[in-house]
């Protein structure tokens, strides 16, 4: 039963439980089970991002605002220039981007990545 389940374990099947929602076109199911678990779990940043990714991937706006303001909680709580607050940026961006915000993602693919990083990249 789940009361025999350790905390980690209760994670990954409600993680489970989300991913699967998800996979077989459930979207209600799985941002609801997301929503809980994201609030459940603040410092879960694997949580915050699958929450994200799954607002991300849609046209409505509302979820898109919700996207928005997740993506910019990962960034914020990321180590700077690390994958997680790369990917936090470009998400950000890329959320600007669906919302009609096009000067805004510029803006922020600028100011997230910048020159240097830019070049850092191009030289490898």
Known sequence: SRGELTAAQQLTLDRVNAESN?????RDAALAAYAQLAKDHPEQGS???GYARLLLDSTDPRQLQLALDQWR???SRAKPQSS???EA???VALTQHKLGDH???GDGVGQGFGAG???KSVRG
């Open 89 to 91: 940026k470009y998400s």
């Open 84 to 86: 997680r607050w790369l």
């Open 103 to 105: 000067a805004g993602a």
């Open 47 to 49: 949580v915050q991002e």
């Open 117 to 119: 990083w830019a070049m």
């Open 22 to 26: 998800a996979a077989l076109g459930r």
């Open 73 to 75: 909680l990962i960034a």
